[in-house]
């Protein structure tokens, strides 16, 4: 790739990650502001104000690590400082997948119309949950990302201390890193994902009941309920958009496919980062809370140029 072609895309993924990291904060510094003064939050916002600290938290090591690898390139830097960086990548994504799904579990809780006593009595228990649900996310995703970490380090300094020969060395953590890892964390990753696909699924089945309901009556399809059942829906598809596009693009990214001497690789953590850049903005405009704050800041922002 030119080298003007590839600081074109250096650039446009700094501009992508300042914005996360700016509107990540924003929900931190908003929903933060009301912890501390109120004491609680309510279970919506504690899985925001946790999602957007850890997001803010993973864009930050995602730009540090890609920056840093890219000017010692081609030094290569060593195995521990790579491995330093997955310990930190796996947790934090872990963490944040975790974290989305409860989000959606808890919107198909409120909105969804299920007369199932299993689903009845989860919606009366889970926002009582919330608390505990990120904590325990939280604390898995750390023991699993560290046990990745010893199990990866241990094994290549045993296999160093046996082989001779670092072509062979390299070889061996390259293909440890294809084919071994990007299956462990697949199987990790799929648990939140299918709970985030059930709770979707869920959601949908619900607003096709309600419509047909309103339908069968002769009701307005404009009544709050649908109204609700389709905004949520509308917020929902573009989070499971988002979702799938995060979730697949970090399984090829962890087979290390585009090494970061390739053509493609700054177009690719474009991809890669996406989700995590573009979703805080959808969570911004469909809360009235933060929304409110937002445009707020926005007009005075205005006014401050305009005078």
Not at 152 to 169: E, K, P
Not at 272 to 277: N, Q, T
Request: aromatic residues 18%; proline residues 3%.
């Amino acid at each position: 790739m030119q080298a003007a072609l590839r600081a074109f895309f250096m650039l446009l993924f700094s501009l992508l990650s300042l914005l996360g990291i700016a509107a990540n904060g924003f929900i931190v510094l908003v929903l933060g502001r009301e912890w501390l003064r109120y004491g609680r939050l309510l279970p919506l916002d504690m899985i925001l104000l946790s999602l957007g600290a850890f997001r803010f938290y993973l864009q930050l090591v995602g730009m540090g690590h890609n920056f840093y690898h890219s000017a010692h390139v081609v030094q290569r830097s060593g195995v521990l400082t790579q491995q330093f960086f997955h310990l930190h990548w796996h947790f934090l994504n872990s963490v944040t997948f975790w974290f989305c799904s409860w989000l959606s579990v808890l919107f198909c809780v409120k909105i969804a119309n299920i007369t199932h006593p299993t689903f009845l009595w989860l919606k009366w228990r889970f926002p009582g949950w919330v608390p505990w649900l990120l904590l325990g996310s939280v604390l898995i995703s750390f023991i699993i990302a560290l046990l990745l970490f010893w199990v990866n380090y241990s094994a290549y300094q045993q296999f160093l201390i046996r082989t001779f020969s670092g072509n062979m060395t390299y070889e061996w953590n390259a293909m440890t890193e294809i084919y071994y890892f990007p299956f462990v964390q697949l199987v990790i990753w799929s648990i939140p994902c299918s709970v985030f696909l059930v709770s979707i699924m869920l959601l949908i089945n619900s607003l096709r009941r309600h419509t047909w309901r309103m339908q069968h009556n002769s009701h307005s399809l404009q009544d709050p309920s649908t109204q609700a059942h389709t905004r949520a829906l509308k917020f929902l598809i573009s989070f499971l958009i988002l979702y799938v596009l995060s979730f697949l693009s970090l399984i090829i990214d962890a087979t290390k496919f585009i090494s970061m001497q390739n053509d493609f690789y700054w177009p690719w953590q474009i991809a890669v980062y996406l989700s995590v850049s573009v979703h805080p903005f959808i969570l911004i405009l469909n809360n009235l809370k933060l929304q409110s704050v937002f445009w707020q800041l926005l007009l005075l922002a205005r006014g401050f140029w305009v005078a």
